[in-house]
Antibody, heavy 121, light 110 residues
Framework: DVQLAESGGGLVQPGGSLRLSCAAS????????MGWVRQAPGKGLEWVAN????????YYVDSVKGRFTISRDNAENSLFLQMNRLRAEDTAVYYC??????????????WGQGTLVTVSS | QTVVTQEPSFSVSPGETVTLTCGLS?????????PSWYQQTPGRAPRTLIY???IRSSGVPDRFSGSMLGDKAALTITGAQADDDSDYYC??????????FGGGTKLTVL
């Protein structure tokens, strides 16, 4: 069964740091682009970052550039998101996602269950 | 900054057909944007419905279909059921490695 399990969320003060982890099972992440999507309380989905299979390419939404770093450990079948200089507006559920590529089309599948990050003093 | 547009809300009666759309502030949506659609119920992770404009994900009922409608991507639910009462999001590739979700459509079936 293909699954993604996030961990590392919690309460952090503004300006602080947090590292999210995502453990994949049922497939080998080295074959896939991976990413993070977040959802602020009561708001819509926002794509945050993607990383290529070998880590050679990384892309970010403008609002997190320079503060967040996506990385992966293919040997451990895990994905990470290092979040620095956190702001109140980063408060959200963070979903770990796999990018599937089928018949020439990219989409997200599956999604993890999410981990809540709360930035507050 | 590219904005992906969706209707904020829709209300339908059970058995009716509804079409949700997904547009781009910068112009027309095309298949090059890799349109995909996701369903989310409160408190749960999203579920993938449609990718590649019109390909149903595994296990998705055939009452869900995707298409291009003019300059927008579209999701049609034919014969809406109570279980379809959810939020629906489209996702588009806008170039240079960047992806953008629409603001979501809250569909009420009653």
């Amino acid at each position: 069964d293909v699954q993604l399990a996030e961990s590392g969320g919690g309460l952090v003060q503004p300006g602080g740091s947090l590292r999210l982890s995502c453990a994949a099972s049922g497939f080998t992440i080295s074959n896939y682009w991976m990413g993070w999507v977040r959802q602020a309380p009561g708001k819509g989905l926002e794509w945050v970052a993607n990383i290529k299979q070998d880590g050679s390419e990384k892309y970010y939404v403008d609002s997190v550039k320079g503060r967040f770093t996506i990385s992966r450990d293919n040997a451990e079948n895990s994905l990470f998101l290092q979040m620095n200089r956190l702001r109140a507006e980063d408060t959200a559920v963070y979903y770990c996602v796999r990018w599937q590529y089928i018949s020439g089309w990219y989409s997200i599948d599956p999604w993890g269950q999410g981990t809540l990050v709360t930035v507050s003093s | 900054q590219t904005v992906v547009t969706q209707e904020p809300s829709f209300s339908v009666s059970p058995g009716e057909t509804v079409t949700l759309t997904c547009g781009l502030s910068s112009g027309s949506v095309s298949t090059r944007n890799h349109p995909s659609w996701y369903q989310q119920t409160p408190g749960r992770a999203p579920r993938t419905l449609i990718y590649g404009t019109n390909i149903r994900s595994s296990g998705v009922p055939d009452r869900f279909s995707g298409s291009m409608l003019g300059d927008k991507a579209a999701l049609t639910i034919t014969g809406a059921q109570a279980d379809d009462d959810s939020d629906y999001y489209c996702l588009l590739y806008v170039g240079s490695g960047i992806w953008v979700f629409g603001g979501g459509t809250k569909l009420t079936v009653l």
